[in-house]
């Protein structure tokens, strides 16, 4: 009896940490990107520490961009797949809302068990492209409103910003060494030097 | 000088179909004259050969599904005015309108020989008008007519005045088609809404000096008329969308003519998408109207809406100097309307509205038995030269009218009688009793032409037989001459006894009730004197007193129930001779009932006795006692007033059946008082619930399981004992619980005779079971409780019956079909459980059955359906059905309440995400945390009726 409750009480500690769940993660890939200004930069919203084969899988999500409207312009969206396993279709749409606001949104039509066991643990929710109008530094915001798993249950995440920071496209024009500079200086006082 | 115009020269000319060929004759006339009036308003009604123009175009076929509906407007404009003065008014028209000027609407929506196409199916047509100005009208104006043939819906006479602040005027024209079918309509002959609108007042103004006028000054009128189109309606309802034509009667919409001074412009645009254009006419008539085609299924949808517009006129705020004017209206300041006093309307009411079946003062009718209404038509205002139209309908059942013309001074017509029967049963029913019943005539007040009774109608029934009990000698050979008297007269005794009965009781029509067996050949010989201790006299003066009498007669009682009770009946009436009761040691006995027996015993004596009599016992049997005191004192009581619906006589100073007349009333007729006639209902309502049973028929073959399903019935009746087996057919409540199962055996086997026992490849089950009147579905289950059938037994039932209707109780066999299309789809929507529409569909099923079936038609195949058999299955079925409508639960995620969860619940959900729900009731919050998000979009995908949320 007392064998087999010392046991259990081993066992315990595997059952908690298999049992924990890690944290689902949105960000940006890459998280921070340094252009010119005038280019266009493209970021994928991602997300991970889903469950791998098994539930937690994403059924629906609801997510605000913010973005630097001074700073970068918004040229389209490119939707994952991964809430459209089999090519059916899903619905999904990018509207601006407000000024540096980009509503992402996403429903899966797929069957929850075909969501928990096929769909990644990580992957891409959307490619979002962006014109840089300004030299500047800026962070892209990820706002979620809603994330629901493949049952429509909430889901939480942690958000990672991310930043952009774009330069202008400037020519280095190098600088003669002082020695350099004194060098006709040093010749010329010798020469006065010598004739003197 | 007046310039008034020959309005009929202006009218015909108009007819023809030019304005400009009258305003010349008006000038002419002018010039000469004569007096001349303009703008009186001018109605043309559309005549049939017009209307059938407007809906002759057939259905290309484009459309999988096409309906026609064409509402057909006339409009009647203030015509163009031309009158002269010069020099030109002293006063500078301003745009605008002015309180003076204002639009009206007479609406009259008329529906002939409306209800199908070639193809058979019918529509309802749901108008809706609102108005958008400030108005005195408030109200709707909203019918909705089903498949009524030569019916007129509704009239109403609405004005509206602009507001001149705004200076404009609109009002709309909501077109709603509801509920279309699924086969294709390719033309509806004869169905037209007629609408009237008209400036409702005009004011001319001319120089008092410079009469008659020479040159022309142009007062104008700009009317729009927008048809727009819903062609975008939810898929759900209006599926494939809404096309639409708007038209004006004899123009295309794309014809343009230059607009001339003076005239009135229409412009009629029907989207951008079906161009638009500007039509001027010179008619004072315009007619236009609005072709709707559904290619889907109709719904609560709006389809179309045609908005007319006044948005110019010329504003006058006074009358000039110098000037005088003409109001149509007589309402502006300084103005008449030229045409003298306004006629007196008439106002016509209805009342003291009496309704009966055999008694006044009871609210409780029969079923199918005759009613007559009587109402005083009051003439309380004015004079009306043409007939009036009363009429009398129960809810939701057709109306009867009939005529009522009024003499010269005469202001009432007492007690016009309309006749009708009650075809529905129910508690707190209205009958609704109408003067002007179509609103034809234009009444001061319209507000006391309705008088709305409250009844009662309950399903009646009696049937019973008469067991003649004749002396033992009766059974000698030769048989006695008097044996063989009464045996003759008996025919004749019953014939008048029921005849009586059916008056005095609540039957409905064509129900007599002493039926069933021939009483000739079930002769019962009464018995002999026997034991003479039994007590059953009554207690008295001299007729009374403790008698103590055979029990001979209790032994015929007796006889008589045992045959009551194995013929099934309810009750039964054992006729005994005259001496019957002398000879049992009742001498002052003429009948007999026990208490809480369902037999009686009544003497032959004369015809009048028995008939009393047996009516006075059979009343005991329902509870009603006697009304005579005790030992037969009469109460001098009395009926003042009933009525005979089958001779169609009134019936004053009647004795009630119960009773005894005093020594004054001896000659007074017997009927029944309303007290009694009330039980009488109740009764032999409770006598027509007998347990409702289910006859089911299935063929088993082995093997295959099962082979065939025959035609199913209900009825009322007692059901078989079946041998139980591993089989069952259970009977399956609204919430999927088994309620009732019987089990029973199937056996391969058959006996030939005289072969014996053999094997058989089938099995014929067939055997009545209880209903349970909750059950929604039957199971037939199979020996491992695997499910082999599930049947809606109320969608079955129905359709076998109508599948077995015989073909000569159609007024038109041809007409089968609209049954047949109907069933059809409502066995879709109860399969849908879409029960309120199913109702709604039973409601159409019960009045095309009504209107094509013949009544009482004769069949010589008992299991053939009846009119009288069908129209009593449809009510008992919708009674059913809103049982469960009362528990019917709604779908969650049917946001749009159309029976399944699809795309479009989820474009409802998507067009509100992330905004707050409505409340806690709120369909699109479906995880009810407040707030609609996409994890109620998520929440709807897993709780769609088709894969990935297709919509049907």
């Known amino acids: ?196 | 000088m007046d310039i008034i115009a020959n309005e009929n020269r202006l009218i015909n000319n108009s007819a023809n179909g030019s304005a400009e060929m009258a305003i010349p004759v008006l000038r002419e006339q002018a010039n000469r004259g004569e007096e001349i009036m303009l703008c009186r308003k001018v109605r043309v009604d559309l005549r049939k050969d017009q209307a059938s123009r407007f809906f002759s175009k057939k259905d290309n076929g484009n459309i999988i599904r096409r309906y026609s509906l064409r509402l057909v407007f006339l409009l009647f404009i203030g015509c163009a005015v031309q009158v002269t003065a010069s020099p030109a008014l002293p006063f500078t028209p301003t745009p605008g309108l002015a309180d003076a000027f204002g639009v009206g609407i007479k609406a009259r929506t008329t529906v002939l020989g409306a209800g199908s196409g070639p193809d058979g199916v019918g529509f309802r047509l749901d108008f809706e008008e609102t108005f958008e100005t400030p108005r005195e009208f408030t109200g709707l104006f909203r019918t909705t007519k089903k498949r009524i043939e030569r019916f007129n819906v509704s009239t109403q006479d609405i004005k509206v005045d602009f507001n001149a602040s705004q200076q404009t005027g609109k009002f709309s024209v909501f077109v709603d088609a509801l509920q279309m079918s699924t086969p294709p309509v390719r033309q509806i002959s004869s169905v037209f809404t007629q609408y009237e609108i008209w400036l409702h007042d005009v004011i001319y103004v001319f120089r008092e000096d410079l009469l008659p006028p020479t040159d022309p000054v142009t007062i104008k009128y700009s009317v729009n008329v927008d048809a727009v189109i819903n062609d975008n309606a939810p898929s759900g309802d209006h599926r494939g969308g809404v096309r639409t034509t708007a038209f004006i009667v004899g123009h295309s919409t794309t014809t343009k003519r230059p607009a001339q001074s003076g005239i009135t412009i229409l412009k009629i645009d029907n989207g951008p998408n079906r161009g638009e254009g500007i039509v001027s006419f010179e008619d004072a008539l315009i007619q236009f109207g609005i072709d709707i085609r559904l290619s889907g299924r109709g719904g609560t949808e709006e389809d179309g809406r045609i908005e007319v517009t006044l948005d110019s006129a010329v504003r006058i705020d006074e009358i000039p100097p110098g000037y005088v004017c003409r109001s149509e209206s007589g309402t502006f300041p300084g103005c008449d309307d030229g045409a003298g006093p306004e006629p007196e309307l008439p106002d016509i009411a209805i009342s003291n509205v009496r309704v009966t079946q055999a008694v006044f003062g009871s609210n409780k009718l029969a079923k199918g038995r005759k009613t007559v209404v009587f109402a005083d038509v009051e003439l309380l205002e004015g004079e009306v030269s043409e007939p009036v139209l009363i009429g009398a309908h129960f809810q939701d059942e057709l109306a009867v009218t009939k005529m009522v013309s009024f003499g010269p001074n005469e202001t009432i017509k007492p007690d016009e009688e309309l006749e009708l029967v009650p075809e529905r049963e129910g508690i707190g029913r209205k009958l609704t009793v109408k003067a002007n019943f179509f609103d034809e005539i234009k009444e001061s007040n319209e507000k006391n032409n309705t008088e709305i009774k409250t009844v009662d109608v309950l399903t009646t029934k009696l049937e019973f037989p008469y067991v003649l009990t004749l002396h033992p000698e009766c059974d000698e050979n030769p048989v006695p001459q008097p044996c063989v008297e009464v045996k003759n007269s008996l025919t004749n005794l019953i014939n008048q006894s029921n005849q009586f009965l059916w008056d005095v009781f609540p039957l409905p029509n064509n129900q007599l009730p002493g039926v069933g067996i021939d009483p000739i050949g079930v002769g019962l010989n009464f018995s002999t004197l026997g034991q003479n201790n039994i007590q059953s006299g009554r207690v008295g003066n001299e007729q009374c007193g403790i008698i103590t009498a055979s029990i001979g007669w209790i032994d015929d009682l007796r006889a008589v129930d045992e045959i009551r009770e194995k013929g099934g009946w309810k009750r039964a009436v054992g006729i005994v001779p005259d001496n019957y009761f002398e000879y049992h040691s009742l001498p002052f006995a003429i009948g007999i009932h026990q208490p809480d027996g369902f037999s009686v015993l009544a003497e032959f004596g004369t015809t009048q006795t028995f008939i009393a009599t047996s009516a006075h016992e059979l009343a005991h049997t329902f509870g009603v006692v006697d009304g005579y005191l005790k030992c037969g004192e009469p109460s001098g009581n009395f009926i003042t007033e009933a009525y005979n619906v089958r001779l169609d006589t009134l019936i004053s100073r009647a004795v009630d059946l119960m009773d005894k007349p005093t020594k004054d009333m001896s000659n007074a007729p017997l009927w029944i008082n309303v007290e009694n006639w009330d039980k009488m209902v109740q009764g032999l309502n409770n006598i027509a619930k007998d347990p409702e049973i289910i006859s089911i028929g299935v063929l088993f073959e082995k093997d295959n399981g099962i082979s065939k399903i025959y035609p199913w019935s209900i009825f009322n009746g007692f059901p078989d004992q079946v041998e139980p087996g591993p089989y069952s057919i259970d009977f399956i409540n609204i919430n999927g619980q088994i309620i009732k199962g019987v089990p029973f055996q199937v056996n391969f086997k058959v006996n030939i005779d005289p072969l014996g026992e053999m094997d058989s490849q089938f099995s014929l089950i067939s055997f009545a079971s209880p209903f349970p009147e909750e059950a929604v579905l039957v199971n037939i289950v199979g020996p491992n409780r695997e499910i082999l059938a599930s049947i809606d037994p109320d969608s079955k039932i129905l359709n076998d019956a109508i599948i077995r209707v015989a073909g000569q109780c159609f007024t038109d066999n041809q007409e089968r079909f609209l049954l047949d299309n109907n069933i059809a789809i409502f066995q879709q929507q109860l399969e849908n459980n879409n029960i309120s529409v199913s109702i709604e569909i039973l409601n159409d099923i019960h009045n095309i059955a009504t209107q094509i079936m013949v009544d009482n038609c004769e069949v010589n195949n008992p299991l053939k359906t009846t009119k009288e058999d069908l129209l009593s299955l449809i009510d008992n079925t919708t009674k059913r059905l809103e049982t469960r409508i009362v528990e019917e639960q709604p779908i969650p995620g049917d946001i749009d309440n159309d029976g399944d969860v699809d795309r479009d619940d989820l474009n409802i959900i998507l067009a509100a995400r992330n905004t707050a729900a409505s409340g806690p009731d709120d369909p699109r919050d479906l995880d009810g945390d407040g707030m609609i998000t996409a994890l109620d979009a998520r929440k709807l995908t897993l709780l769609c009726t088709r894969t990935r949320c297709a919509s049907e």
């Open chain 1, 1 to 196: 009896m007392i064998s087999k409750f010392r046991k259990s009480l081993w066992i315990l500690p595997l059952l908690m940490t298999s049992g924990m769940v890690q944290a689902i993660s949105i960000g940006f890939n890459p998280v921070s990107q340094s252009v010119t200004t005038g280019d266009t930069i493209i970021t994928d919203v991602v997300i991970s520490d889903l469950g791998s084969g098994a539930a937690p899988s994403i059924g629906t999500y609801d997510l605000d961009i913010t973005f630097d409207d001074s700073h970068l312009s918004f040229v389209s969206t490119s939707f994952g797949n991964q809430l459209d396993l089999f090519g059916l279709g899903s619905t999904a749409s990018d509207i601006l809302t407000g000024a540096g606001v980009l509503n992402l949104f996403e429903l899966s039509f797929d069957l929850p068990a075909d969501l928990d066991a096929l769909q990644a643990d990580s992957f891409s929710l959307a490619t979002l492209t962006f014109d840089v109008l300004t030299t500047n530094s800026s962070a892209l915001g990820i706002v979620v409103n809603a994330l629901g798993d493949s049952l429509a249950n909430p889901l939480t995440a942690d958000v990672a910003a991310g930043n952009i920071t774009s330069t202008d496209l400037t020519v280095t024009v190098p600088e003669p060494a002082v020695l350099l500079l004194l060098l006709p200086g040093l010749i010329a006082l010798g020469i006065t030097a010598r004739n003197k």
